[in-house]
């Protein structure tokens, strides 16, 4: 103990702390329910505070400037800013403090707006008590801080983007077209996503794979971009500038570099199973390619359907054809990482009252797509599943599984309104006399032309809409035809319509194995499930892991324009990094008080990360690969494994001063050193 | 006499549960203000001493909160604090302290309800409990 306070005391001797507080009014939002005043005038009597004063906005230009004076002034050494969370504003006032010559370390933040004045509101009196208390805290800590340096890191200019839908190749074209190299990694045989299997985009009615598929063959063609199909991110490691990342590429049991595309293969190929892509109402072979414009071009055997039987390597010129391949692990240095896995579709037999799954004339959406779609299972023609009848009767249910607290989804999926106006609009241009319905609670038609596009469906197209969720659709088990029970809320009359074909606007839902990439790349996802970004205004594609950017129906439902922006806009935030080519990265980390080490090695058993090992019998931190998250410390029995800016002392210093009054702390070591 | 306000003393990470509180500040979910957040990284950072030492300073309630477990962004940070945790829950009766004073939560980011309803269960229950009997002396 004798020692660990001579170190201590050899820290402090510098410089006498001198610290300036500053409590933020933020508006009315903290002065509206604690007395900033009072708490300003409680912290000037704190052991060790120069200056406390109350400000308006201490976030804007003029707060900042009044630490940046009072720094000057009076020789503070220490700021204190009592205000909102520090994970909003900290950086802010970091900077401040660097920009008047302090370490930015050197500044701590008491949360009494988020955690105090928005949480009592009711109770001015406690929150003002409250806010003395946190302010006391962290003047307390402010004290025993100690000036960092960021260590700076070399960033590798290789950019790992996750999801080949139209997000992750806007993302892997725009970095590649900066210089850098990209990885594209996606888990189907094939880039393309949802936008894949849409058959004309709303509201402008381009062919879908017509705008998508040059995008696609750009990817394939780039001298920066490696495409990496039917694989999937099985590890990753490291932090912003040096991720290593290890990916495992499925064997398609086909040679890439041999395959030509030419098809015989699947001619050849006896066995028949459902095609995802047509969402199981086609068929394709065991050896297969997606669809036909497929990126890239190379086909896939699919191992459970493959019956072994030899018929497709007797056909195939070029010898692509290996039953022995396996699959293959890559490991790729990267600097940045896009994730970009996008949607899936609700599954719709979750809401059992519309039938889906039971009546084989209630389909999805999607669906939909595919039997529209010229390359589709019916060669385009909207057949009905039962008979193989055009069906003249059709009817769109939006909202099916968005909008819905019962099935867990409150959110709004944003496009299922735009695309089933689409789809009727498409039917009715082919069939003027077909009766069309929808069935809305509301009609979302935010984007640009989108209002216009509704409009005309409603005026020019005489597609009936009908303001009601319905309560059920029942099938007559002879014809097979749907009667959907909905209440016309504009009316309010009950109302029973007879239909051919049901389609359900199932919603968006995040990937199914969003858990898995969560995990893998420690991101958080918001109460929908989706991932979520740093901040939802200032920070929209940052993710809290520094070096890792979200692109597209990932981070939460959205059309194609917003998708791809938003594609664009994480590529521009990882190109920051990499063309930068070295970033600073946190100093918190763990360090050892040598002297107090006994060589236990408790320490180097708990950190799970290898940072650990002995040297001279004396526990010694690999800083560079150290995350800082503290096992260490708080294993070690002797208190010589601590953590940068939250040792011990730091730690103790906020306990007490959480209990109790400074006065109380009168007599203490750092009291006597003054006096 | 007025009613007895307990002080809770809670150690929170950074990443999830004191994010989770943000969202309760932003949702203007209301709760009672008897708490002191200190925040540290990772639950990972937990030294069973700091929760002795806000019992011996006289803390009424000790609440941790981590990340779920699975979501720990230093991966298995908040196993190693469920540890400590149980180990100092067995601990605590030794020195007169009732195990249900310290709680251990998993609360996510985007669990500001979870939060709020946290703090108040908590909050109630150590009510219910009394002054904590180190609590009593360190009052004098
Ligand atoms: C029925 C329907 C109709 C629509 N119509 C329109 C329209 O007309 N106009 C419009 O603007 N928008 C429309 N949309 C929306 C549009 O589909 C989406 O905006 C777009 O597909 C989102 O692209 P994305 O890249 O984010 O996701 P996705 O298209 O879902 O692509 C994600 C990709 O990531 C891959 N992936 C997932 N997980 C992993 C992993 N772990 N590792 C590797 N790869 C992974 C997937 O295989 C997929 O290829 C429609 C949507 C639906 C459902
Ligand atoms: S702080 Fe965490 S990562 Fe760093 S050495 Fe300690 S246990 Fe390992
Ligand atoms: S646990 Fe502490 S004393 Fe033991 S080896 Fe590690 S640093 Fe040294
Ligand atoms: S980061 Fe939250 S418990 Fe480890």
């Not at chain 1, 933020?26 to 060790?48: Q, R, T």
């Not at chain 1, 505070?49 to 004076?69: E, F, N, S, T, W």
């Not at chain 1, 129906?553 to 922006?565: A, E, F, H």
């Amino acid at each position: 103990m004798a020692e660990k306070k001579a170190e201590r005391k050899a820290e402090e001797k510098e410089e006498e702390p001198r610290i300036g507080v500053y409590v933020c009014h933020c508006g009315v939002n903290i002065a509206g329910v604690v007395d900033v005043k009072e708490v300003a005038k409680y912290a000037s009597k704190l052991k060790n505070v120069v200056v406390a004063r109350d400000y308006k906005y201490m976030c804007a230009d003029p707060g900042q400037q009044l630490i940046k004076d009072d720094i000057k002034e009076h020789k503070l050494n220490r700021i204190v800013v009592a205000a909102c969370s520090p994970r909003m504003h900290e950086p802010t006032f970091r900077r401040a403090l660097e920009e008047a010559g302090l370490n930015p370390f050197l500044f701590e933040q008491a949360n009494i707006r988020e955690h105090n004045s928005w949480v009592h509101m009711k109770q001015p009196k406690e929150a003002t008590e409250k806010a003395k208390d946190l302010t006391r805290m962290a003047v307390a800590r402010a004290r025993r801080l100690e000036p960092q340096q960021k260590p700076k890191v070399k960033v590798e200019r290789a950019a790992l983007v996750i999801g080949g839908g139209v997000a992750g190749i806007q993302s892997a074209l725009d970095l590649a077209d900066m210089g850098f190299k990209v990885y594209l990694v996606e888990k189907s045989p094939s880039l393309g996503g949802k936008m894949a299997q849409l058959d004309k985009t709303f509201p402008t009615m381009d062919c879908s794979a017509c705008i998508l598929t040059p995008k696609m063959v750009d990817a394939a063609r780039h001298e920066n971009i490696e495409i990496i199909t039917y694989a999937e991110v099985e590890e990753v490691d490291g932090y912003i500038g040096n991720f290593t990342v290890k990916i495992r590429k499925r064997a398609k049991q086909v040679l890439e570099d041999k395959c030509t595309g030419c098809g015989l293969c699947a001619e050849a190929c006896p066995v028949e199973v459902p095609n995802e892509f047509d969402q199981g109402l086609g068929v394709r072979k065991a050896i297969y390619v997606p669809f036909p414009q497929a990126v890239p071009l190379v086909y896939t055997i699919d191992d459970e359907a493959c019956l072994g039987c030899g018929m497709c390597e007797a056909v195939c010129g070029p010898e692509a054809i290996d039953y022995e391949q396996k699959d293959e692990v890559l490991e790729l240095k990267v600097g940045t990482i896009i994730v970009a896995t996008g949607f899936d579709q609700f599954d719709a037999r979750r809401k059992p009252e519309y039938g889906y799954g039971r009546y084989e004339n209630v389909i999805t959406g999607l669906e939909f797509e595919r039997l529209v779609n010229a390359s589709g299972p019916t060669g385009g023609k909207l057949l009905r599943p039962s008979d193989g009848k055009e069906p003249h009767r059709i009817g769109f249910i939006l909202c099916v599984g968005s909008r819905d607290a019962k099935v867990g989804n409150p959110y709004c999926s944003r496009v299922c309104c735009m695309y089933s106006i689409k789809n009727a609009r498409l039917y009715k241009e082919k069939h003027p006399e077909a009766e069309v319905y929808i069935f809305y609670m509301d009609i979302r038609a935010y984007g640009k032309g989108y209002e216009e596009f509704y409009r005309q469906a409603q005026e020019e197209y005489g597609i009936k809409f009908i303001r009601g969720r319905p309560g059920e659709v029942v099938e007559d088990p002879k014809t097979k035809n749907l009667l959907v029970r909905v209440e016309d809320t504009l009316l309010g009359l009950p109302l029973e319509i007879e239909l051919d074909l049901v389609v359900l606007a199932a919603g968006m839902e995040p990937a199914r194995d969003s858990e898995k990439i969560q995990r893998l790349l420690r991101l958080s996802r918001s109460a929908d499930g989706f991932f979520a970004e740093a901040h939802p205004k200032l920070r929209p594609v940052d993710t809290l892991t520094d070096g890792i950017y979200l692109a597209g129906t990932c981070q939460g439902p959205k059309d194609i324009p917003d998708t791809v922006s938003q594609a664009s806009a994480a590529a521009a935030r990882a190109a920051i990094p990499m063309a930068m080519g070295e970033v600073e990265t946190e100093p918190i980390v763990a360090f050892v008080r040598k002297e107090l080490c006994i060589g236990c090695r408790i320490c180097e058993r708990t950190c799970d990360f290898g940072v650990i090992t002995m040297v001279d019998r004396k526990a010694h931190v690999n800083e560079a690969i150290c995350k800082g998250c503290g096992a260490c410390a708080a294993a070690c029995p002797t208190g010589a494994m601590q953590i940068r800016h939250f040792t011990d002392e730091q730690i103790y210093a906020m306990i007490e001063a959480a209990l109790r009054e400074e006065t109380e702390e009168g007599g203490r070591e750092e009291v006597k050193a003054e006096a | 006499m007025a009613e007895f306000e307990p002080k809770i003393v809670a150690f929170m990470c950074n990443w999830c549960s004191y994010a989770g509180g943000d969202l309760a500040g932003t949702s203007r979910l209301q709760y009672p203000p008897n708490a002191r957040i200190i925040r540290l990284m990772c639950t990972a950072r937990l030294d069973p001493a700091f929760v002795l030492k806000a019992f011996a300073e006289g803390a009424d309630g000790v609440l941790v909160a981590g990340c779920h477990i699975g979501d720990c962004h230093y991966v298995s940070g908040n196993l190693k604090a469920e540890k400590r945790v149980k180990m100092l829950k067995k601990l605590l009766p030794e020195l007169g302290i009732e195990p249900e004073r310290l709680m251990l939560r998993w609360i996510s980011a985007a669990e500001g309800e979870r939060f709020a309803n946290t703090m108040k269960e908590f909050i109630a229950l150590v009510k219910k409990l009394g002054p904590s009997p180190l609590s009593v002396s360190a009052r004098g």
